[in-house]
T-cell receptor, first 111, second 114 residues
Framework: AQRVTQPEKLLSVFKGAPVELKCNYS??????LFWYVQYSRQRLQLLLR??SRESIKGFTADLNKGETSFHLKKPFAQEEDSAMYYC?????????????FGGGTRLMVKP | KAGVTQTPRYLIKTRGQQVTLSCSPI?????VSWYQQTPGQGLQFLFE???????NKGNFPGRFSGRQFSNSRSEMNVSTLELGDSALYLC?????????????FGPGTRLTVT
């Protein structure tokens, strides 16, 4: 069964500091991982997916199959990055679009 | 293009009653998933419907049920409400299945059971 662990419930950093939100997963088969973000009073929305290998809003995430991790990183945090972040895996393949959410990490970027 | 809409946005019910929540997906999306969000359990998958068929179901009691109509609109029903059913219920729609397809979430329906 898919399982994801986000060890930090709250991560507080100062503006301009690097930030890393940790995500560890257990997965059967080929993992499909995402980062979703929920800003205050907004809907949950996709930030990036593991196959993208692109930077979205300055965030990147690398899938490390050896360590079974998919940490989200940004070199210089901005106040507008303050939000709730989730890294749910999708699947398994016969489970349609089911996402398995962990507890999430609340990122607070202080001025 | 209009986003996912959920009605009603807020609901207060009494223990033992039943409730029906509605989700209208983005036009053209045939997949609708439902999630329950609570402070204690976080976001938990309830079920997914695709082309009017339930494709997958989470670990919830049979009091939780759903359906999807031919226009892809979906409803979920909770019978014999319990205090623990108080939660934000989110639905998400997608145009396909797999890592290349984004799921778009609605604003949620906040259900309070008293």
């Amino acid at each position: 069964a898919q399982r994801v662990t986000q060890p930090e419930k709250l991560l507080s950093v100062f503006k301009g500091a690097p930030v890393e939100l940790k995500c560890n997963y257990s997965y059967s088969g080929s993992p499909e991982l995402f980062w979703y973000v929920q800003y205050s009073r907004q809907r949950l929305q996709l930030l990036l997916r593991h196959i993208s290998r692109e930077s979205i809003k300055g965030f990147t995430a690398d899938l490390n199959k050896g360590e079974t991790s998919f940490h989200l990183k940004k070199p210089f945090a901005q106040e507008e990055d303050s939000a709730m972040y989730y890294c749910p895996p999708r699947g398994p393949n016969n489970a349609g679009n089911m996402l398995t959410f962990g507890g999430g990490t609340r990122l607070m970027v202080k001025p | 293009k209009a986003g996912v809409t959920q009605t009603p946005r807020y609901l207060i019910k009494t223990r033992g009653q039943q409730v029906t929540l509605s989700c209208s997906p983005i036009s053209g999306h045939r997949s609708v998933s439902w999630y329950q969000q609570t402070p204690g359990q976080g976001l938990q998958f309830l079920f997914e419907y695709f082309s009017e068929t339930q494709r997958n179901k989470g670990n919830f009691p049979g009091r939780f049920s759903g359906r999807q109509f031919s226009n892809s609109r979906s409803e979920m029903n909770v019978s014999t409400l319990e205090l623990g059913d108080s939660a934000l219920y989110l639905c998400a729609s997608s145009s396909g299945t797999g890592v290349f397809y984004e799921q778009y979430f609605g604003p949620g329906t906040r259900l309070t059971v008293t």
